[in-house]
């Protein structure tokens, strides 16, 4: 795809990537893709916003020679200093040698701890303007927005916000830009709470400062880094960040998570038990097994319901692994506060339930069930996961 114009003189000059299998080196994006996307201004002053990844940097060259020549570059305003944005600086550096990168005061100690890069580097404040001729950026401090380095860039007479992380979203782009030429955007609305819950949800305090602090700027463009251009509705995108990052301290919706863990099957016929009596109840549920299904997709679902119920088999005493590492990132991403339900199967001594209830505590959990089995399900057992799975849905309704 060549540069898109976004607004006069104002391009995308971003990198889909179709084919990293992982972002982050953990995240899978190998059937959904992600864009790197970069914004270059053409005025009087030339200006690189965000740069790219290493293995990218040949793609996002070929992008903007098709407005300007590279090396004529003044000025590369780096927002956020993580590689998926900065790999190929130094590379970039040799070939517009002219260019100031522009970063925040964190930014420009990171160019250093990171490559090196101290020369032609200049640190911008918070709200701080440069004028490339046409066109005044307006620099905005937006701290762990992904980093604490983070800042984004308005462009003023334009109105075009360059957001970086911050309303990003995987899935690369499937030949427009824009969010406004898609008939359908649920492929790109679930990508980026995917996104959110992955990379972003630690941070909802800051996202939500960031709004704040950006609230009263005529924003009449989103143009993150990752994802789509929001330009017919840039409210869209805005409103699903903040009722996201709502989700870490406030109401979530209604519905329920099941997610098992099994070696030989028992857990997981309890799990379609429990999962009939949600439905049964009226809920929304939706069902994963932790060990087939990367944590990167069932974490969207924990984080945006407030029913969890947890199966796992016994695995030497305690929880199933793939449990346990699913539990472990949703500690680290401190989904916190939610009504919580166990069932298993042991063998003999168990050990996943207490191992579970233990790690419930540290997550402020409420659990208000657990149902454990030994060996396989009798026809009873499974009546019961059924009624245990209503009677928790039913107590969520309430
Ligand atoms: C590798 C392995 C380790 C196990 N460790 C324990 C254990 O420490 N304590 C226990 O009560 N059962 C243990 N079990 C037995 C399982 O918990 C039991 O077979 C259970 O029914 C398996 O449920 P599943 O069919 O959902 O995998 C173990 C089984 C396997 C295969
Ligand atoms: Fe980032
Ligand atoms: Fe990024």
Known sequence: MPAVEVRPGIYWAGVNDRTSDLFEGFWPVAREGVSHNSYLIDDEKKALIDITSESLLESLLSQIATVTDPAGLDYIVINHMEPDHTGALRALRRL??????????????????????????????????????????????????????????????????????????????????????????RFYEEEALRYYTNIVALFGKQVLKAIDRLKDLPVEVVAPSHGLVWRRNPGRIIELYRTWAGYATGPVEPGVTVVFGTMYGNTRAMAEAVAAGVAGAGLPVTLFDAARVHPSYILPAIYSRQGVVIGSATYEGGLFPPVRNLLSLVESKRIVGRTAAFFGSRGWGGGARREFARQAETLQWEVVDAWEMQGGPTTKDLQEGEEFGHRFAAGLRR
């Open 96 to 185: 517009a040698p002219r260019a100031t990168l522009l970063g925040s005061k964190k930014a420009v100690e990171m160019m250093e701890s990171y490559y090196g890069v101290t020369e032609g580097v200049r640190a911008v404040e918070d709200g701080e303007t440069l004028s490339l001729g046409r066109n005044t950026l307006q620099f905005f401090s937006t701290p762990f927005v992904h980093w604490p380095e983070t800042i984004m860039t308005y462009a003023q007479e334009q109105k075009v916000l360059f957001s970086c992380d911050g309303f990003g979203g995987y899935g690369a782009l499937q030949g427009s830009i824009f969010a406004d030429e898609y008939a359908d955007l």
